[in-house]
């Protein structure tokens, strides 16, 4: 461990994107901010690798319409987005057989498809229900809490593909089963993202434009302006404080702060020993709050063959372990590629030669036998990360909400809390990441400007 020291207004912990807005935001308003991060890059769950020497996203990737924070971030330090390419047919692989279909929503039956319409109006229903800011206050909160997704599907009596369809729905937005999810968080995760059409579309939805330079540039490019004001590969220990001062320990070194603003999931603010201890119940909130499990994996191929054969590259299955799949080919001339969410369970622990075998597998189920002979593979698993590992987001199980919903934001003494899981708006994406760094910085300023410039 180093022994640098900083002094700072306010030290922020975590150089995601949440971490960076705050930072940006206490700066411009002309506050002294330090960011210290444990990895040995910035972006947190944004991080962008490469396959067939183009930038893909092995973790957040799109962006769409109303994700205003993050568009407007991004664009003021000149980065730019490309559409999601989505012209042609969808596949879906469905009980053993594979078939084309446009939209969003698969038409695998008529009695499916009115059963789905059902059970979605239902849902929908409830979620304009539940108060963003105070979900805990919504009408039948401690019912909606007290039950899982899945449980409440089956009280619902969803049917087979109703339930299928919208497990699948669970897989890619909360890395979990509807199972391991309370109804109360999925209803005000997906009034958050502006309902089920906003949050699963391409085309006007949350998957409807990327950053071609891959959305870590975005992170990049704040942390360059913060310059050496980021600090990397310096993990948090520790976060004491008493009186009118913060000491926040590092594996570079200790701050001193006036505030600290804790930017990384809820999960694992248990990694930090706060001293005093947090209060009992935000001390057991860690353990309550747990990050999803979730995979990616690219495939690359000389052109985007599918699309000479109609198909958009965006497809869905009931077998894993790939079950989404988009095109986010740089160029219609090549090099084509395709993009896997991929189920955890059946995966991460594979070695890396059977992990590629088994997702050439399933995009060959999909798109053909093309799909079996790639120019480059490259897959990555956000549950083997040092630093936060899991994702997307919270998976949050059912009883938590209304226990510890309170807390989730709330600050202790001068600990303030950021990250997309903070959010009232786009909880879980990037754009809600942003907006709760710059709400957390909102805070923390007005706080500082009733305490003396010196500590």
Same mark, same amino acid.
């Given at each position: 461990?180093?022994?640098? %020291? ?59 319409? %109303? ?12 980065? %730019? ?15 053993? *057989? ?28 409830? *979620? ?44 890619? %937005? ?157 160029d219609p001339g090549g090099p084509g590629i395709l993009l896997g969410f991929v189920d955890s369970r059946s995966f991460d622990a594979l070695p890396a030669g059977q992990r590629r075998e088994r997702a050439l597998e399933c995009f060959a189920a999909l798109f053909g036998d093309e799909a079996l002979t790639p ?57 809600? *990441? ?22």
């Amino acid at each position: 461990m180093s022994d640098a %020291t900083w002094t700072a207004d306010v030290v922020v912990v975590g150089a995601g994107f949440a971490g960076l807005s705050a930072a940006r935001e206490l700066s411009r308003l002309g506050h002294d901010v330090l960011v210290l991060e444990g990895r040995d890059r910035v972006g947190g769950r944004s991080y962008t690798g490469h396959i067939a020497g183009i930038p893909v996203d092995m973790g957040g990737t799109f962006v769409g319409p %109303t994700q205003d924070a993050v568009l407007k971030l991004a664009a003021d330090l000149g980065i %730019t987005t490309v559409p999601t390419y989505h012209d042609g047919a969808n596949l879906i692989r469905w009980r053993g *057989a594979v078939r084309s279909y446009s939209g969003t929503i698969p038409r695998l039956s008529l009695s499916g498809l009115l059963d789905l319409a059902r059970v979605r109006w239902q849902f929908e229903r409830i *979620a304009r229900t539940v108060p963003l800011g105070e979900p805990w206050t919504a009408r039948r909160a401690a019912a909606l809490d007290g039950q899982s997704l899945g449980q409440w599907l089956r009280s619902v009596r969803a049917g087979a593909t109703t339930r299928d369809l919208l497990a699948i729905m669970a897989r890619v %937005t909360w890395g979990c089963e509807p199972d391991d999810v309370s109804m109360l968080h999925a209803a005000r995760y997906v009034r958050a993202a502006g309902g089920l059409d906003r949050m699963l579309d391409v085309e006007n939805g949350a998957q409807q434009d990327r950053f071609a330079a891959g959305t870590q540039s975005i992170a990049n490019a704040a942390a360059a302006d913060l310059g050496d004001r980021v600090v990397l590969q310096a993990a948090v220990r520790r976060i004491e404080h008493d009186g009118g001062c913060v000491t926040v320990v590092s594996e570079k070194g200790s701050a001193e702060a006036k505030f600290v603003i804790v930017a990384v999931p809820p999960e694992h603010w248990s990694r930090i020993e706060f001293s005093p201890a947090l209060p009992a119940e935000h001390g057991q909130l860690p353990i309550h709050w747990p990050q999803g499990r979730l995979s990616k994996a690219y495939v690359a191929y000389p052109t985007p063959f599918w699309r000479a054969k109609g198909f958009s590259g965006e497809s869905l299955s009931d077998q894993g372990p790939v079950f989404i799949t988009f095109d986010v080919s740089p160029d219609p001339g090549g090099p084509g590629i395709l993009l896997g969410f991929v189920d955890s369970r059946s995966f991460d622990a594979l070695p890396a030669g059977q992990r590629r075998e088994r997702a050439l597998e399933c995009f060959a189920a999909l798109f053909g036998d093309e799909a079996l002979t790639p120019i480059d593979y490259v897959d990555h698993r956000w549950g083997a990360e040092e630093f936060a590992p899991g994702g997307p987001t919270a998976a949050v199980p059912p009883g938590t909400w209304t226990r510890f919903g309170p807390l989730l934001r709330r600050p202790v003494g001068p600990i303030h809390w950021a990250g997309t899981e903070t959010a009232d708006e786009w909880t879980g994406f990037l754009d809600g *990441a942003v907006r709760s760094g710059q709400r957390a910085a909102g805070e923390v300023a007005v706080r500082l400007q009733g305490v003396p410039q010196s500590h």
